[in-house]
Structure formats: structure tokens, C-alpha cells
């Protein structure tokens, strides 16, 4: 099984700032990796797909990046609505598996 | 409007069964490979199980083999999930999710979850 390994697991972030957070994959899964947001009480939300492809509406001030095992999710300009639960999941490999998480909130 | 709604979870005891189904409107069902991912209470998302468009090919994370079985009809745009033998630690907040594309295996719609406890 890959095992996604999300950093930190929380991150303190002032409006307006840059968030980076990290996915790291136990071994190689090319660019076959999601990000998801997941808000308090809903469900998540797809925001890229094959590392750095965003998905139908989601803002242009998020970004991935990378390829093999390390991977990263910016947030160039931390809005209101940006702090959340931020997931990764791989789909190199069945059983398709997530990171723990990234909580990020408000400083 | 694209959306999933889940229905069919509830409480259990450890041992018994219960069976999720997922409606799915606002797109061609049939063309889309479908997942269950759980998230238990305050806890991280899960994997559980994924079945491609025709129904004939499915997976499933090792701890639920042999005791939970997915299965659609395209004619009646469902999904569902058939939970035998539950345990405690499948007490969680079900999610059937529609597969983006098969060559991107993300998850690009989701319902709102139906809460499965397993509890004596």
C-alpha cells in the first residue's frame, strides 16, 4: 500500500498570506495524485488532479506541483473561505489511499 | 444540477449488516466508475471500495474484503453497498463519489455521506 505522508499537519496562516503545504508518497506514483478541501461539515471538494491540473472552478491562486513522491498545494493568497482540511490522494496504485491531512487555519 | 444523495445507514450491532445505496442525477450514470470512501468520526478520509461504469470490475481495501460488496444499476442510476459482519471501526460517515475520468482517478463529485454506527 502507498502511504501519503501530508506536512504539517497543521498550519497557521494569516489572510492574505502564502500557504504551502506537502504530500509525500512512499514511493513512486508519477502525477497520478488529487488535493482535496474539506470544510467543517461537508464534504470535500476535488481542487486538482494529476498534480497540478485544477479542477472546473477552482481558483487560479491554487496551484500543485511535483512528480515521483513529492508533491506540493500552494495557496498563493489565503482567502476567508481557503481555511480548511487539505487532503492528498494517490491513484497510481489500487488501494487507492489519502494523507492524513493538513488543517489550515487562521492565525 | 450533478448530485448524490446516500441513503440506508443507521445503527447496528457489531455483527450485523446493512446495505448503502447512492442516487445519482444530473449526469449519465452509466458512464462513470463510482467509489464508497469513509471518514470516521474526526478522522481522515478512507478508500473503501470502487466499481467501474459496467459493474464487472471492483475493488476493495484489504479490511473490508469479504465482507462488503458494491454493485450498481445503471438503469436505475445507483449505487450501492451491500455491509455484512460490521465491526466497530466501520463506524463512520459514508461517501459514494463519481470518478472524474478513467484516466484521472479523482473524485469529482460527492454526496453529503450517510452515518453508519456499529455499536452494542
Known amino acids: 500500500e502507498i502511504v501519503l505522508t501530508q506536512s504539517p499537519a497543521t498550519l497557521s496562516v494569516s489572510p492574505g498570506e502564502r500557504a504551502t503545504l506537502s504530500c509525500r508518497a512512499s514511493?513512486?506514483?508519477?502525477?497520478?495524485l488529487a488535493w482535496y478541501q474539506q470544510k467543517p461539515g461537508q464534504a470535500p471538494r476535488v481542487l486538482m488532479y494529476?498534480?497540478?491540473t485544477r479542477d472546473t472552478g477552482i481558483p487560479a491562486r491554487f496551484s500543485g506541483s511535483g512528480s515521483g513522491t513529492e508533491f506540493t498545494l500552494t495557496i498563493s493568497s489565503l482567502q476567508s473561505e481557503d481555511f480548511a482540511v487539505y487532503y492528498c490522494?494517490?491513484?497510481?496504485?489500487?488501494?487507492?489511499?489519502f494523507g492524513g491531512g493538513t488543517k489550515v487555519e487562521i492565525k | 444540477e450533478v448530485q448524490l444523495v446516500e441513503s440506508g445507514g443507521g445503527v447496528v450491532r457489531p455483527g450485523g449488516s446493512l446495505r448503502l445505496s447512492c442516487a445519482a442525477s444530473?449526469?449519465?450514470?452509466?458512464?462513470?466508475?463510482m467509489n464508497w470512501v469513509r471518514q470516521a468520526p474526526g478522522k481522515g478520509l478512507e478508500w473503501v471500495s470502487d466499481?467501474?461504469?459496467?459493474?464487472?470490475?471492483?475493488g476493495y481495501t484489504d479490511s473490508v474484503k469479504g465482507r462488503f460488496s458494491i454493485s450498481r444499476d445503471n438503469a436505475r442510476n445507483s449505487l450501492y453497498m451491500q455491509m455484512d459482519s460490521l465491526r466497530a471501526e466501520d463506524t463512520a460517515l459514508y461517501y459514494c463519489?463519481?470518478?472524474?475520468?478513467?484516466?484521472?482517478?479523482?473524485?469529482?463529485?460527492w454526496g453529503q455521506g450517510t452515518m453508519v454506527t456499529v455499536s452494542s
Open positions: 463519489a463519481r470518478v472524474k475520468d478513467s484516466k484521472y482517478w479523482a473524485f469529482d463529485i
Open positions: 444530473g449526469f449519465t450514470f452509466g458512464d462513470y466508475a
Open positions: 466499481i467501474n461504469w459496467s459493474g464487472d470490475t471492483t
Open positions: 514511493q513512486y506514483i508519477n502525477i497520478d
Open positions: 494529476h498534480s497540478s
Open positions: 490522494q494517490q491513484y497510481h496504485k489500487w488501494p487507492l489511499t
